[in-house]
């Protein structure tokens, strides 16, 4: 999961990147509320983690625009010294989804990501992905290439929906067994065998291979020429 951490400050920023990438996170960092905003609202992340006082631009005003111009639902967590309920109303008025008061706990900080992203992934009702002929229904779990009806296993159905959810970006082996296997992990060979079965699936009539492999690193799906 990709974690935008919006701080000034570098000793709270490197230690929640230091802990976030070794919780198996992909977190990155931005130092000003400008550089901070401008990722937020062009870039695919499954939640914020952002500071209130902030260079450029404060936090609150930051999470306004992020929902009010950018229309952006991705989960916030405001870190901030401002501990009074006061300042919590201001947060959650201006588009906040957790607050947090510093000093905290690293632990804590993970435990509400953790709460803040399935909660959104839960509630959330996504349109139909597409990628060339290829459309995938997260509602009814409905697969299609070029009109073809597709049947698929649950998990490959699963590993369908995160690579088609982010066309283009390369999706670590780690984050794909977490997202699909849980804590549970495979061995080595799971994920392989699932990746096979679904390109099997999706080229079983000839069609070209959608799902490219970025070796030592992961998959991604391919480029799409297709309208």
């Keep these: 999961m990709r974690i935008l951490i919006i701080e000034d400050d570098t ?7 230091d802990y976030l990438a070794g919780a198996g996170y992909e977190p990155e960092h931005a130092a000003d509320g400008v550089t ?17 006082a902030l260079p450029g631009m ?3 005003t930051l999470c306004r625009r992020l929902r009010e111009q950018a229309r952006r639902d991705t989960p916030v967590l405001m870190l901030t010294a401002k501990d009074t309920l006061d300042d919590k109303l201001a947060g959650f008025g201006h588009g906040a989804d957790d607050y947090l008061v510093k000093p905290f706990s690293l632990k804590e900080v993970q435990a509400r990501l953790a ?5 959104s992934t839960s509630q959330v009702v996504p349109n139909v992905l597409r990628h060339g002929d290829i459309s ?10 070029a009109g073809r009806a597709i049947r698929l296993p649950r998990k490959c159905l699963h590993l369908l929906q995160l690579l088609m959810a982010s066309p283009g970006r390369v999706q670590r082996r780690a984050e794909l067994e977490i997202a699909v296997w849980g804590e549970t992990l495979p061995d080595s060979d799971t994920l392989r065998a699932h990746i096979h079965t679904l ?13 490219e492999t ?5 998959y991604r799906m391919g480029r799409s020429d297709a309208p």
């Design 36 to 52: 901070g905003m401008h990722r937020a609202a062009n870039e695919e992340w499954s939640a914020i983690l952002l500071d209130v």
């Design 115 to 119: 709460a803040l992203v399935k909660r």
């Design 11 to 17: 000793a709270i920023a490197a230690n929640l990147y």
């Design 214 to 218: 970025v070796h030592g690193i992961g």
């Design 136 to 145: 995938l229904d997260p509602g009814t779990l409905a697969v299609e290439r």
């Design 199 to 211: 390109r099997r699936a999706l080229t079983a009539e000839g069609e070209p291979n959608p799902i």
């Design 58 to 60: 404060d936090g609150f």
